[in-house]
């Protein structure tokens, strides 16, 4: 339908990026595909004023399918028609672009827009895998255009970039090409790699690590790349390879993976299985905090604000160390759960966790102990029983609850019967 609606304003339309290269690899591999995210580009047109084009081809597809939403976005002349997930289908993403140009006005600022050809817009990609389109229109519909040897790069498993400049423009592009890499069992080719290795000794990490930095737009891309292979199967292949490359250090100049925070790293997997069963902490800013949190404490919470994370993972990066402190020096004086208990009970479940995989094994059991059972442990008796046993309510009820707390905790009492004698 969207190809009948392109011809019949005498456009091409075509299928690029992502699900070409995805459609390639799956016939290769003769597995099965799940696309959610298509993108596609109108081209075709006589005159630049056309550069609205896939806004309107996007507006009469939503007249078609009116149960789709329509975003249109102005800057760049994009919209995305939205399906989302029901009981039969999953949920679908179409963005629709006008082909065209991008040009940065300086290295690693927000690339400015104008219509242009299909073969240019291929050209302002990433990497040659990710270069490729396929014609929807006729005629030669199904044609695949590959105009810098994508196609080769994929049956090679290869990951090359288009532009020896690439990098410089847009760091980022580092994090995306270890991503594909990583995820297709590919290798970096090896000019690229040079590439990436030259951007990174000219310091092209200072623009995303800045603090206040002029690139905000530059961060936000960092960060969507870092949640992409932080939330992915092959995390710990790719923070490998980003180490290798000396590219941790667009987080922060500071950041390596080392044997410490691989070991941090892993511990952390065994930390969410047990002590999150239910799995609310989202692993991928777990592991992301993991990594600001073993920087010096007076970068912590730059660094997080910096990657534009939530306000409560911020402030927990930022009192990280003044909590640290605290229970690395207290801890070690308690003589009772219980007192362990009322330290540890005024923190979140991340802060307790972050804290553990660094401090020393003793403080770290007795982190553990208090996350599986004596953060657990509720008083034997509750505010409607002590009703029952006579206690007019008062605000006395709160004390003796945490009286009775304190004393099952640290073992002094074990069941009901013992409570009650407790408190007469
Ligand atoms: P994925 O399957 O991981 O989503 P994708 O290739 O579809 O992979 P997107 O981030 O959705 O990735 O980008 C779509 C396309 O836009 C890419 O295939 C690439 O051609 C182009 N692209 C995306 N980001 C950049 C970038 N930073 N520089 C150049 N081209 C890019």
Same mark, same amino acid.
């Given at each position: 339908?969207?190809?009948?609606?392109?011809?019949? =304003?005498?456009?091409? +339309?075509? &299928?690029?990026?992502?699900?070409?290269?995805?459609?390639?690899?799956?016939?290769?591999?003769?597995?099965? +595909?799940?696309?959610?995210?298509?993108?596609?580009?109108?081209?075709?047109?006589?005159?630049?004023?056309?550069?609205?084009?896939?806004?309107?081809?996007?507006?009469?597809?939503?007249?078609?399918?009116? %149960?789709? =939403?329509?975003?249109?976005?102005?800057?760049?002349?994009?919209?995305?028609?939205?399906?989302?997930?029901?009981?039969?289908?999953?949920? +679908?993403?179409?963005?629709?672009?006008?082909?065209?140009?991008?040009?940065?006005?300086?290295?690693?600022?927000?690339?400015?827009?104008?219509?242009?050809?299909?073969?240019?817009?291929?050209?302002?990609?990433?990497?040659?895998? %990710?270069?490729?389109?396929?014609?929807?229109?006729?005629?030669?519909?199904?044609?695949?255009?590959?105009?810098?040897?994508?196609?080769?790069?994929?049956?090679?498993?290869?990951?090359?970039?288009?532009?020896?400049?690439?990098?410089?423009?847009?760091?980022?592009?580092?994090?995306?090409?270890?991503?594909?890499?990583?995820? /297709?069992?590919?290798?970096?080719?090896?000019?690229?790699?040079?590439?990436?290795?030259?951007?990174?000794?000219?310091?092209?990490?200072?623009?995303?690590?800045?603090?206040?930095? @002029?690139?905000?737009?530059?961060?936000?891309?960092?960060?969507?790349?870092?949640?992409?292979?932080?939330?992915?199967?092959?995390?710990?292949?790719?923070?490998?390879?980003?180490?290798?490359?000396?590219? &941790?250090?667009?987080?922060?100049?500071?950041? @390596?993976?080392?044997?410490? +925070?691989?070991?941090?790293?892993?511990?952390?997997?065994?930390?969410?299985?047990? /002590?999150?069963?239910?799995?609310?902490?989202?692993?991928?800013?777990?592991?992301?905090?993991?990594?600001?949190?073993?920087?010096?404490?007076?970068?912590?919470?730059?660094?997080?604000?910096?990657?534009?994370?939530?306000?409560?993972?911020?402030?927990?990066?930022?009192?990280?160390?003044?909590?640290?402190?605290?229970?690395?020096?207290?801890?070690?004086?308690?003589?009772?759960?219980?007192?362990?208990?009322?330290?540890?009970?005024?923190?979140?479940?991340?802060?307790?966790?972050?804290?553990?995989? *660094?401090?020393?094994?003793?403080? =770290?059991? =007795?982190?553990?102990?208090?996350?599986?059972?004596?953060?657990?442990? *509720?008083?034997?008796? %509750?505010?409607?029983?002590?009703?029952?046993?006579?206690?007019?309510?008062?605000?006395?009820?709160?004390?003796?609850?945490?009286?009775?707390?304190?004393?099952?905790?640290?073992?002094?009492?074990?069941? @009901?019967?013992?409570?009650?004698?407790?408190?007469?």
């Amino acid at each position: 339908i969207a190809s009948q609606e392109a011809e019949k =304003r005498g456009w091409h +339309l075509y &299928l690029v990026g992502g699900a070409v290269r995805d459609l390639l690899l799956a016939e290769a591999e003769t597995r099965n +595909l799940m696309i959610n995210d298509i993108d596609l580009v109108v081209d075709g047109f006589h005159q630049t004023a056309d550069v609205g084009a896939g806004v309107e081809l996007a507006k009469a597809l939503q007249q078609i399918y009116q %149960n789709a =939403r329509l975003e249109i976005h102005g800057a760049f002349q994009t919209a995305a028609l939205l399906w989302h997930k029901d009981l039969v289908l999953d949920s +679908l993403w179409v963005d629709i672009a006008t082909a065209r140009t991008e040009f940065y006005p300086y290295p690693a600022a927000n690339p400015e827009v104008e219509a242009s050809s299909i073969r240019q817009d291929l050209y302002r990609r990433d990497f040659t895998i %990710n270069a490729m389109a396929l014609r929807l229109t006729s005629p030669r519909a199904g044609e695949l255009l590959d105009f810098f040897g994508g196609f080769i790069d994929l049956e090679n498993q290869q990951v090359r970039i288009l532009h020896p400049n690439s990098f410089i423009e847009d760091p980022t592009r580092i994090y995306r090409g270890v991503r594909f890499a990583v995820r /297709f069992g590919f290798s970096l080719e090896p000019q690229t790699e040079t590439y990436i290795r030259y951007a990174i000794n000219s310091g092209v990490y200072d623009r995303t690590s800045q603090e206040n930095s @002029k690139t905000p737009a530059l961060q936000t891309r960092l960060k969507t790349e870092l949640k992409y292979i932080l939330a992915a199967p092959y995390w710990q292949s790719a923070l490998e390879l980003l180490d290798n490359l000396g590219a &941790l250090q667009c987080i922060h100049s500071t950041l @390596k993976l080392d044997a410490e +925070l691989s070991r941090q790293l892993n511990l952390l997997k065994h930390c969410l299985r047990k /002590f999150d069963k239910k799995q609310t902490l989202i692993n991928w800013q777990m592991r992301l905090e993991v990594l600001i949190a073993y920087l010096q404490p007076e970068y912590r919470g730059k660094v997080a604000k910096n990657l534009q994370l939530t306000d409560d993972s911020i402030i927990r990066l930022e009192k990280l160390f003044t909590v640290e402190s605290e229970i690395i020096t207290l801890l070690p004086t308690f003589e009772k759960p219980s007192q362990t208990l009322y330290l540890l009970r005024k923190y979140d479940l991340q802060t307790l966790i972050l804290i553990a995989l *660094q401090s020393p094994r003793k403080i =770290r059991r =007795r982190i553990w102990q208090y996350l599986t059972n004596w953060g657990n442990i *509720q008083p034997l008796l %509750n505010g409607n029983d002590l009703k029952k046993l006579g206690y007019k309510p008062s605000p006395q009820y709160k004390q003796m609850l945490d009286d009775l707390l304190t004393a099952t905790v640290d073992g002094i009492i074990k069941d @009901k019967a013992e409570a009650q004698e407790f408190l007469t």
